[in-house]
């Protein structure tokens, strides 16, 4: 292929091929795996959602990925940014959303520390009133779906079943715990906080390793990329930071969003990986 063409048409050439998904996913990594130390933008979608832009979610399959916004409605979207569906008014007070990664059902986190657990056609399975003490501000599956995690502004972390049975709790885990990300082999899990540090953890709730000043303002977002090389922090700062899985900073997009990132999303292929701010723009990153 020639090797001005982006990531994002490389792999659409690749799947009009008669190949199987798993032999596709396999070429793009072995041959056209962007650079990640200089990420750019390859499409901005101004004014998404009326306002900030408080989750986004990709789907398991691929096929779109899912944003919530303070303005209480939930919009789906392609891979390429066109909006499939609006749905008003879908919600009081979601803060957070995490689909399980067989795609059998979703759990969003609310304002007022409850849980709820849906199908993938928005009905109600589980509710769980005061998970936590106040808001929850993030959600993270374990890969193989075997438990999720939360976190929000008592500063715990809390382990729970797919059912919403609470497994383990962690208080005083940071200050308010902003962002949660599993790696993709599910061996830990990472959080980011308030107080701009990011620290790593067993899948028991055990602290491994802490990075004390990831940034300069609060940790808004964290998503690892799917091959598990390196994980992707975003800031109140404005900022993007990519991180290898030695803990070391690979590369710092100073201006990525005007205003706080408050999510981020990577496609399942890895190709590219999707930003949100507050003033509800998003922005899609490959690659340079």
């Known amino acids: 292929m020639h090797p001005n063409c982006s990531p994002l048409f490389q792999l659409f050439i690749l799947e009009q091929l008669p190949l199987s998904r798993d032999t596709i996913r396999e070429l793009y990594h072995q041959y056209l795996k962007p650079d990640w130390s200089h990420p750019k933008c390859v499409k901005h979608v101004h004014n998404a959602h009326s306002e900030w832009v408080q989750a986004l979610a990709y789907?398991?399959?691929?096929l779109h990925f899912v944003t919530v916004s303070r303005n209480?409605?939930?919009k789906i979207w392609s891979p390429q940014g066109e909006e499939l569906k609006h749905v008003p008014?879908?919600?009081?007070s979601n803060y957070v959303i995490v689909y399980a990664p067989d795609g059998s059902h979703f759990v969003t986190g609310l304002s007022d520390g409850s849980i709820k657990i849906w199908n993938p056609q928005g009905q109600e399975l589980v509710y769980v009133p005061n998970a936590h003490s106040s808001a929850i501000l993030t959600i993270a599956y374990a890969p193989d779906g075997s438990q999720f995690v939360t976190g929000g502004v008592d500063m715990s972390i809390k382990i729970w079943s797919?059912?919403?049975q609470e497994i383990t709790h962690v208080p005083n885990a940071h200050d308010w715990i902003t962002s949660i990300a599993y790696t993709p082999d599910g061996t830990h899990f990472v959080t980011g906080s308030k107080d701009k540090s990011i620290k790593i953890w067993s899948p028991q709730g055990e602290e491994l390793g802490h990075i004390s000043t990831a940034h300069k303002f609060w940790i808004g977002a964290i998503?690892?990329?799917p091959d598990g090389s390196h994980?992707?922090?975003g800031s109140d700062d404005?900022?993007?930071?990519?991180?290898?899985m030695d803990e070391k900073e690979l590369g710092h997009v100073p201006n990525a969003h005007a205003g706080w990132v408050t999510t981020i999303t990577y496609a399942p292929d890895g190709s590219h990986f999707v930003t949100s701010c507050h003033s509800?723009?998003?922005k899609i990153w490959t690659g340079s």
Do not use: L
């Open 162 to 164: 797919p059912q919403g």
């Open 72 to 74: 209480e409605s939930i």
């Open 223 to 225: 998503a690892y990329a």
């Open 238 to 244: 404005e900022s993007i930071k990519i991180w290898g």
């Open 280 to 282: 509800g723009s998003i």
């Open 231 to 233: 994980f992707v922090t």
């Open 89 to 92: 008014n879908a919600h009081d």
């Open 59 to 62: 789907a398991p399959d691929g």
